[in-house]
């Protein structure tokens, strides 16, 4: 891996570790206010129940990334950022909300592709071809 996808890959890491960390404290805590608070996911039209489990899944998630080895988990933990990702983004649009509402899911998915597409090898899985 050379230095340049290096850097990409942990500042993206980074960045979306730290998106996924603060949304998730804000979730599990069940503020009103913020980024994926109480207020938000009301209006977005989901229970607060499920404010968090969100919290959870995305700590959870960012551990996962953040240590080494485990690259079946941390593929399990880049889908579900994903889904969540996508699944806010898709909620925003179908709420008619403004367009800026929605750039915080747009760029923590950015984040979440590009902390997968440069990871390193040893964070992949390698699959072993049998014929």
């Known amino acids: ?20 960390l603060s949304t998730g ?21 989901y229970p607060a129940y499920l404010l968090p489990f969100l919290g959870i899944c995305k700590m959870a998630g960012v551990i996962v990334l953040l240590i080494p080895r485990c690259p079946v ?3 399990w933990a880049y889908a579900g950022f994903f889904f969540i990702m996508t699944g806010a983004l898709f909620s925003h649009i179908a709420s ?6 929605s750039l ?7 984040l979440n592709f590009l902390s997968w ?4 090898s040893d964070r992949k899985i390698i699959s072993s071809n049998r014929s």
């Not at 915080?104 to 950015?110: D, I, K, N, V």
């Open 104 to 110: 915080p899911s747009l760029l923590l998915l950015a």
């Open 1 to 20: 891996m050379n230095r340049r996808n290096k850097i990409i890959y942990w500042v993206s890491t980074v960045w979306l570790a730290l998106g996924m």
């Open 25 to 45: 404290i804000v979730q599990l805590l069940k503020t009103k206010e913020g980024q994926g608070g109480l207020d938000m996911i009301s209006h977005l039209g």
């Open 117 to 120: 597409y440069f990871r390193p």
């Open 96 to 101: 008619s909300d403004p367009w800026k509402e």
């Open 73 to 75: 988990l941390k593929e």
